[in-house]
């Protein structure tokens, strides 16, 4: 069927203001992206899974122009021993970044990787999985353009986490990455990303981890006030794996952030969470579609969100759990905390299930401060500033508990007190 003809035209104008990469064992997979893309159309506002959310900054030919900002506190995860990977404006800046080789994983770079590579299997692979039933076209087209990023072969438990590092030094940049990671049988590794990385940047993650593998994710996102994001990851888990990934985003007028979930192996393990903190001219997007499509299969959706000053925030979640898939046990909450009249919370929860043994569940709310637990601090001596912010600290806490290192949850909580006594002045 013909694209509407506003959808066809921002589509072609955002294809001729990009250069399809050489990508060697790469080709075929961004010739294929590419032609998804036009079968698909880029997102209007009148898509389904873009109502609440307007995604024209994030199609237009050119990125729009967003100011630098410099932080005074300390770079995020500063404090732990990991291998680091700097990304500047979207590209790889080997002077910056650590020696890649790392006991039990192989690092190579996409812009780099050349003849016959591991990464062929996959790359495009999840993501192309991941358009069906819901088209992600901004995916797509991450995969056809891709200029940099990292492919991560995992086969033993590594010794230390690797930092995805991005940097933002230009206020027109436009940077898109792609990254691929592969865990093997028993493997396991953790990933940190932290950063604005661009004025708008457009980010995809391919992750397969197969049977006992282990992943967990940590992000922290810019607190460039005026950035753009776009970013998808993609998930397949076979038997008795685990992948559990938690996002703070604070600032940024605009952050989309995708997350497919496929569960493909009996006794898997999937935990998703994500908590913002947003002022004024903020819009924040969760999407997440979980597939549940083995025996006895968890999954665990907990995201938090502290609004004021007019910030819009927004959550679509999906659990599927398709016919066979018995004793699945899936979990959603998505909660709000409006610190003001201005602000709006956004949410399409949803369950689609076609087996009988299971438990899920799903629940979606918004509300103020909570008025007793107020006076109680207040009547403890305590100012009404620092007592708001020690119950924004509690609303959020369900969501970074998910994290499962405590020194990782002691510094996400640490970003957030921080943010929160910046914005009392």
Not at 206 to 223: K, S
Not at 234 to 244: I, P, Q, Y
């Amino acid at each position: 069927m013909a694209l509407p003809q506003i959808k066809q035209d921002a589509t072609d104008a955002r294809l001729a203001a990009l250069t399809l990469p050489d990508g060697g064992w790469s080709d075929t997979a961004r010739q294929e992206a590419v032609a998804r893309v036009r079968n698909m159309g880029l997102p209007g506002a009148r898509d389904e899974y873009w109502k609440y959310t307007r995604p024209d900054t994030l199609v237009q030919p050119d990125a729009p122009k967003a100011a630098l900002f410099e932080a005074e506190e300390t770079p995020v995860f500063g404090e732990v021993d990991r291998l680091k990977i700097v990304f500047v404006d979207g590209v790889f800046d080997a002077e910056a970044s650590d020696d890649l080789a790392m006991e039990h994983v192989t690092i190579d770079r996409l812009a780099d990787a050349a003849d016959i590579h591991w990464a062929k299997d996959l790359y495009g692979v999840l993501e192309t999985r991941g358009q069906t039933p819901v088209h992600r076209p901004l995916a797509a087209l991450n995969t056809a353009f891709a200029t940099d990023g990292v492919l991560i072969h995992v086969t033993g438990k590594a010794p230390k986490p690797v930092s995805l590092i991005y940097r933002h030094e230009s206020e027109t940049s436009d940077a898109i990455l792609h990254h691929v990671v592969k865990v093997e049988s028993g493997a396991e590794l953790t990933i940190l990303e932290n950063g604005p990385a661009a004025a708008r940047f457009n980010k995809c993650m391919e992750i397969d981890i197969a049977d006992g593998g282990v992943l967990h994710h940590v992000r922290a996102q810019g607190r460039d006030p005026e950035r753009r994001a776009a970013t998808a990851m993609f998930v397949r888990l076979g038997s008795e794996s685990v992948f559990k990934s938690f996002t703070l985003t604070a600032n940024g007028v605009l952050t989309r952030n995708e997350m497919v979930v496929e569960l493909t192996g009996d006794d898997a393990i999937a935990h998703v969470a994500g908590a913002c903190v947003g002022d004024g001219d903020f819009h924040h997007d969760d999407t997440v579609f979980i597939t549940h499509d083995a025996l006895n299969c968890e999954s665990r959706q907990v995201f938090k969100k502290v609004l004021r000053n007019g910030a819009t925030g927004v959550f679509q979640g999906k659990i599927l759990v398709k016919e066979g898939a018995q004793k699945t046990d899936g979990y959603q909450i998505s909660q709000s905390l409006l610190l003001d009249e201005d602000s709006q919370f956004l949410a399409k929860p949803e369950l689609e299930i076609y087996a009988d043994d299971v438990a899920c569940s799903h629940g979606s709310t918004s509300g103020a401060i909570d008025e007793e637990g107020l006076f109680y601090l207040r009547s403890r001596g305590i100012e009404e500033g620092p007592a708001t912010d020690l119950l924004t600290l509690a609303f959020l806490a369900e969501a970074v508990m998910e994290i499962e290192d405590e020194s990782l949850q002691d510094e996400i909580n640490g970003r957030v007190e921080a943010w929160l006594t910046r914005r009392r002045g």
